[in-house]
């Protein structure tokens, strides 16, 4: 529109936001030359500080401003004629930078993939489109087969490539030649035209035949029927997709994304990243051909390539991890967050959103439905579904009616080898080994990670020293015989006997991978045994590996920690045992109940999948534990009902949100005196702001040295997000540190290590 043109000309000033860890914008003037060409949401070149070129934002415009004209810095360079963040993600962008305290442009950052905020060359290629409706392809393909095969396999490939693709990407996977192409072109069944693309336009973890979707359950129908419900009603709403593992929740999710796609919306899944397989993405894909990707593994030129495929409106479906909860689709319909609970969808590093609560707001924004999956809800999510902020859907009944296997609880405290040595694998689960061996079936022995931190615990009756205050465990200083508490800072010497049994046999030790790989080939001296222990990334491929060779029958005993429970799908695995259910139990963590719960409820799920059945062994230390017991059960709601009461009386959340600040930096006595200073302002503060607001702390953090810097963290207990926000503004000028001591803020925390 012309007038709208010569507004935008008249506005001389451009607000920026950088990507910088600063509280506001800045003003820069537009040069004569650009006017009316910087966009709102079009990235701009800067000068800032000594600094001749920084890449900013343009988030808004001006027609003048307070400074005179002469004192503004001015634009450099305006990267986008169309802006790149669409005003929907500004929005979304000043709700997580006022909410997890962040800068507009660190939010803004965060909203890109890096290969799209630094676009550098393109290329066009040839790109062929059918030209016979996607629904008659296979009926022409049948028909030219005979004169030519080779014409065929490309209108096939075209079609499963969703209508178009470049014609050398074409050509290639269907090793076809030109020739063939041009008749087809002659014939006006393709056409071919110049593009700019990156490079392949269809991943080859895409490429595959549509799979037929199932008959829904009755159960599943309902599920189904509730969303789509709220889909055709077009306004924001939560639904809580409750249901066991294999009860058909990706499913009913499947057919409500169909509908999306059906009335021209779009449909956002979000997994965690180690789910984000190929074969989970194929699931996808053969549904829905034109899916989009977005994980860590493509390149950045595929994943500029994705990005610019997704805004052009060209993917009906983009499957990713966190961070595609950013995707940028022009018409957002439904937003699917498969296995909510997991802590992957938090970021750990600045802006440190939750992907769930990010995704709820852009919903709200887009007026989308929003559904979160999970066999084991998080207590959040379950209590918002409980109290109808969310409607709660549930699958009782796994599919075919396959039954979960049977979970038997083995109590350690009995388990002694001879010479008054604790055994690490009880007499029950060797004899289940051996049964399993024997039949030429494998077993898969699972460690709970262990604690880092040295706890309490006492062998004979499974008692484990807690903060009376907190609830949390106790941890232990060897240096100053100290057990102590890694929120509040209570302290008490490190007792010699059991205070429950008042029995000697206080012990901080566990078994590790290896310790339980020797009791094996002890025990099994002739089979072969695969050990998997760290999960860091560089060790990701030698562990596919060790889980290829292990499902390929190469090995009849898999060691693991929690890693491969989720790989778990070997239908030969009879015998499961989980050697250590209790260790994370100790974790110095309010939320340690609720992750022994969801990593037993997923091993115990996972497993006796195959036609021989399968069995759980969970050894345990507390086999009185409201959690372990509930996971053994296949119960939910057991350890909701148990774990929802203790967080209400301790005020932890879902009954309470929580900011942490941690304060961190080499010199201890430093990082000490300023998180008390610290503690001290805000517990000055916080009545003015709420008096429900509780100031936990300083204690130091249960990794109290991560990389050579000490660390002490506070914890900031507030009633609700109204609270959080309050208190955040009111103690914005505290966060800052002397030198040497960097504050870090992490509002809604997930871990607290
Ligand atoms: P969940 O997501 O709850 O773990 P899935 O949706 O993956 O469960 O379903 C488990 C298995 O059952 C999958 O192999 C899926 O293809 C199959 N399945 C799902 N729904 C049906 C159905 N209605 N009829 C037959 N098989 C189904
Ligand atoms: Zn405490």
């Known amino acids: 529109m012309p007038s709208q043109q010569a507004d935008q000309s008249e506005k001389r000033i451009a607000i920026v936001a950088l990507n910088l860890a600063v509280d506001k914008t800045f003003d820069y003037l537009i040069p004569e030359t650009l006017r009316g060409r910087v966009p709102v949401g079009g990235r701009v070149y800067v000068p800032f500080g000594n600094r001749p070129r920084v890449l900013g934002y343009c988030v808004e415009l001006k027609a003048g401003c307070r400074v005179p004209d002469a004192r503004l810095k001015s634009i450099q360079k305006s ?12 929005r979304l962008a000043r709700w997580m930078a006022a909410y997890y305290r962040c800068s507009l442009g660190e939010a803004l950052h965060a909203t890109l993939p890096a290969a799209v905020r630094w676009a550098g060359g393109r290329r066009r290629l040839q790109h062929a489109f059918l030209e016979v409706p996607l629904e008659k392809v296979g009926q022409v393909a049948d028909d030219i087969f005979d004169r030519s095969p080779a014409q065929s396999k490309i209108l096939r490939a075209l079609a499963a490539a969703g209508g178009s693709a470049p014609l050398a990407h074409i050509l290639k996977s269907t090793r076809t030649s030109r020739a063939s192409a041009r008749v087809l072109l002659r014939e006006k069944l393709i056409r071919v035209e110049k593009r700019f693309v990156e490079s392949e336009y269809l991943l080859d973890e895409l ?6 979707p199932h008959t829904l359950t009755s159960e599943q129908q309902d599920a189904y029927r509730s969303v789509t419900a709220r889909l055709k009603a077009g306004h924001f709403d939560v639904l809580l997709l409750h249901g066991i593992t294999s009860s058909g929740k990706t499913e009913v999710y499947l057919r409500c994304i169909a509908d999306v796609v059906k009335s021209g919306k779009q449909a956002i899944v979000l997994v965690p990243e180690i789910s984000l397989t190929p074969q989970s993405i194929r699931h996808l894909g053969s549904r829905f051909p034109r899916t989009a990707v977005l994980h860590s ?3 950045q030129a595929e994943r500029r390539q994705q990005w610019k495929i997704i805004r052009r409106g060209e993917a009906d479906v983009v499957i990713g991890a966190r961070s595609a909860v950013f995707a940028p689709v022009p018409k957002l319909g439904l937003l699917v967050i498969d296995e909510e609970h997991e ?10 959103y939750h992907a769930r609560d990010v995704g709820i707001m852009r919903a709200k924004y887009d007026d989308a439905i929003v559904v979160l999956s999970s066999a084991t809800p998080s207590l959040e999510s379950y209590r918002n579904a409980r109290l109808g902020k969310y409607t709660l859907l549930t699958l009782r009944h796994r599919i075919g009616r396959r039954r979960l296997p049977p979970v038997e609880i083995v109590d350690m405290r009995g388990e002694w080898a001879g010479g008054g040595r604790q055994r690490v694998i009880s007499r029950r689960l060797e004899a289940c080994m051996r049964r399993s061996l024997g039949a030429g079936q494998q077993a898969l022995l699972f460690l709970n990670r262990r604690g880092f931190s040295p706890f309490l615990h006492c062998i004979r009756c499974g008692f484990a020293l807690k903060c009376p205050r907190c609830d949390i465990t106790l941890t232990y200083h060897r240096d100053i015989n100290v057990a102590r508490c890694h929120y509040c800072g209570y302290q008490r010497r490190a007792p010699t006997v059991c205070p429950e049994c008042g029995r000697e046999g206080i012990s901080y030790s566990g078994a590790g991978t290896e310790r339980v790989e020797r009791a094996v080939q002890e025990m099994f001296p002739d089979q072969a045994v695969i050990r998997m222990d760290s999960d860091s990334t560089t060790a990701r491929r030698a562990h596919a590996e060790k889980l290829g060779a292990f499902g390929a029958g190469e090995a009849r005993v898999l060691i693991g920690t929690q890693m491969v429970a989720k790989g778990l799908d070997f239908p030969n695995v009879t015998t499961v045992g989980v050697i250590n259910a209790d260790v994370a139990l100790h974790l110095p963590d309010f939320r340690c109940r609720e992750r022994t719960f969801q990593l037993l409820a997923q091993v115990a799920g996972r497993t006796g999948r195959g036609p021989a059945g399968g069995r759980v062994i969970v050894q345990t230390f ?3 534990d409201p959690s372990i017991r509930a996971a053994a059960g296949h119960d939910y709601q057991a350890f909701a009902e148990y774990e929802l009461p203790l967080r209400r009386e301790l005020g932890y959340p879902p009954y309470s949100r929580l900011v942490r600040i941690i304060c961190r930096g080499r010199k201890p006595e430093r990082v000490a005196r300023f998180a008390a200073e610290l503690g001290a302002a805000c517990r000055r503060l916080c009545p003015e702001i709420d008096e429900r607001i509780r100031v936990l702390g300083p204690a130091p953090a249960p ?3 991560l990389r050579g810097r000490h660390r ?5 207990k507030c009633p609700d997000a109204r609270a959080v926000r309050e208190f955040m503004e009111g103690a914005k000028g505290l966060m800052k540190g002397p030198s040497g001591v960097k504050v870090v803020v992490d509002v809604d925390p997930i871990s607290m290590l």
């Open 703 to 705: 990794r109290a040295q």
């Open 79 to 90: 990267l986008d004629e169309e802006p790149l963040v669409s005003p929907l993600m500004l």
């Open 622 to 624: 507390m086999p009185d």
């Open 343 to 352: 802590n992957s969808f938090k970021q750990d590093s600045v802006p440190r």
């Open 207 to 212: 490429r595959r035949e549509p799979r037929p």
């Open 712 to 716: 002490r963290h506070l914890l900031i």
């Open 297 to 299: 593994r493509l390149t």
